[in-house]
């Protein structure tokens, strides 16, 4: 069975820092997608980053990036340069039969000034 | 722009009423997906919809049903409310393309049944 997991409830960082946040995965599909949405207070779900099973280089979206590491099965999510309005909910999660996703529980991510 | 959007942002209901969500989308994707997330959970997928009228079930069905008529339109259906379907809903909507992989997600409707 497929499964995501993110280990850490919540993080904190100051503004203008980097920060790392954990997304471990396990799927026997040899094709597969990862994501990362981030959900602010407003509840919206926004999509960041997506990676591939077969890319050969790691995802990058502006300050995001996704450090993916295939043997490791995981794929961080990287933000540079933290701001105020990073300060949300972010969960990874990863497709399943090219449909549905499955998410993981979610890290809260607290910026500080 | 993409947009999915839900009849409700906030909905209170009493127990054992019938209750409908509703969720269209305006990008003629053919897939949509019904999920519900709660503190410490994350999102679980409760169905989704392949087609017109196709539909699967997905982690955690129980208590729902859905209907799609239309390739716009996905509804949730609660069949007899109970307080443990209290949670926010959130549906979503893709093309079946495995290329295109983004999900795109309506605003979420917080249903309290009381």
């Known amino acids: 069975a497929q499964k995501i997991t993110q280990t850490q409830p919540g993080m904190f960082v100051q503004e203008k820092e980097a920060v790392t946040l954990d997304c471990t995965y396990d799927t026997s599909d040899p094709s597969y997608g990862l994501f990362w949405y981030k959900q602010p207070s407003s509840g919206e779900m926004i999509f960041l980053i997506y990676q591939g099973s077969y890319d050969q280089q790691n995802a990058t979206e502006g300050r995001y990036s996704l450090n993916f590491q295939k043997a490791r099965k995981s794929a961080n999510l990287v933000i540079s340069a933290s701001q105020l309005g990073d300060s949300a909910m972010y969960f990874c999660a990863m497709n399943r039969a090219g449909t549905a996703l499955i998410f993981g529980k979610g890290t809260t991510l607290s910026v500080s000034s | ?114």
């Open chain 2, 1 to 114: 722009d993409v947009k999915v959007t839900q009849s409700s942002r906030y909905l209170v209901k009493r127990t054992g009423e019938k209750v409908f969500l509703e969720c269209v989308q305006d990008m003629d994707h053919e897939n949509m997906f019904w999920y519900r997330q709660d503190p410490g959970l994350g999102l679980r997928l409760i169905y989704f919809s392949y087609d017109v009228k196709m539909k699967e079930k997905g982690d955690i069905p129980e208590g729902y049903s859905v209907s799609r008529e239309k390739k716009e339109r996905f509804s949730l259906i609660l069949e007899s409310a109970s307080t443990n379907q209290t949670s926010m809903y959130l549906c979503a909507s893709k093309f079946s393309s495995p290329t295109i992989y983004e999900q795109y997600f309506g605003p979420g409707t917080r249903l309290t049944v009381t």
